[in-house]
């Protein structure tokens, strides 16, 4: 990467962190890599999924080699028994950046995980911690019955939230009977404008083309199930896998478990995968074009990390 241009200057005694954001499958994990070998950073992982050991092949997590290369933090940090949330994350990050900025380095965040972002920039609401004891009876309801309640106690909530998502409409359930107030209400806090700490131009946002952004998920799980992703689930079951609720949301996973069940061959299996993470990824877009508040960077089939970071860097010049 010598001789490529810098990012601008910090404004402050201590690095001042960076927000690479995006669809799955995007790329952004390579750029990440490559940012925070070039500025001497350390990546901070937002990603839901990736918190738990032994979620590796379908979570797309970093490899040793890519470890030992630069330090990853919010990784393999929770066992299959552990529940994760916004609330740890942004705890745990808070301690990671702080970790990072006293040894004189830069903080990169990068993930896909939209709920995380906001929890960091815009503060957690006003929504209550979670209440283990309700949420084990609320995830053993069926899941039309939850929507059901959220549709009568909160419709502004019902009518966007993520109805395929049971966390999302559990939680959504949990909040709503612990206050006795809508959910859509406490999260207001989270749609208004971002408040990141160095403005826009540090935070970027990346995207693709419908047929190359397509492709490349489709390489990643013909990729995922050649290296193992069966094997993989088939062991973490044995671990307590179907007991987390939150895990069993990972891409993959579920449909990996529904195969070894009987309840459909394996290219069957394949192809819904594909398409699940299809949808996930444009669920990703729409919501980081409508939340968030950085840079948008669209990337190319043949553009090298390198050029992408050119791309970065003058983006963020634009605006000093």
Not at 146 to 155: C, K, S, T, W
Not at 208 to 225: K, P, Q, T
């Amino acid at each position: 990467m010598a001789g490529s241009p810098e990012l601008p200057p910090p404004s402050a005694l201590l690095p001042p962190p960076l927000f690479l954001a995006g669809p799955t499958a995007v790329g952004k994990s390579a750029l990440a890599l490559a940012l925070a070998e070039k500025i001497g950073g350390e990546i901070i992982a937002v990603d839901s999924m990736q918190v738990y050991r032994g979620l590796d092949i379908g979570t797309a997590k970093p490899t040793a080699e890519e470890r030992a290369r630069v330090p990853h933090h919010l990784v393999d940090i929770c066992d299959l028994s552990d529940w994760f949330d916004a609330a740890q994350f942004v705890r745990r990050a808070r301690l990671a950046l702080s970790e990072i900025q006293a040894r004189g380095r830069t903080p990169v965040f990068c993930g896909g995980t939209g709920l995380y972002f906001a929890a960091w920039l815009n503060g957690l609401g006003e929504a209550p911690p979670a209440d283990h004891a309700l949420r084990a009876e609320l995830a053993a309801t069926p899941l039309d019955q939850l929507l059901a309640e959220l549709q009568v106690r909160d419709p502004a909530a019902f009518e966007t939230i993520d109805r395929r998502n049971p966390r999302r409409v559990i939680r959504a359930v949990e909040v709503i009977r612990l206050t006795g107030r809508p959910f859509s209400g406490q999260r207001a806090a989270w749609d208004s404008a971002s408040r990141i700490a160095d403005g826009a131009a540090r935070f970027f946002c990346f995207t693709r083309g419908h047929d190359d952004l397509r492709r490349r998920i489709d390489a990643r799980v013909d990729d995922m199930f050649a290296r193992g992703l069966v094997e993989e689930t088939r062991r973490l079951l044995n671990c307590g896998l179907a007991a987390n609720q939150n895990a069993m949301q990972a891409l993959g996973y579920r449909q990996v478990v529904e195969y070894l069940r009987g309840k459909r061959d394996l290219p069957q299996t394949v192809a819904l995968v594909k398409t699940r993470t299809r949808h996930f990824a444009k669920r990703q877009l729409t919501w980081f074009r409508r939340q968030a508040r950085g840079r948008w960077i669209e990337l190319r089939p043949d553009e090298s990390v390198e050029q992408t970071l050119g791309k970065m860097v003058a983006s963020a010049r634009k605006v000093h």
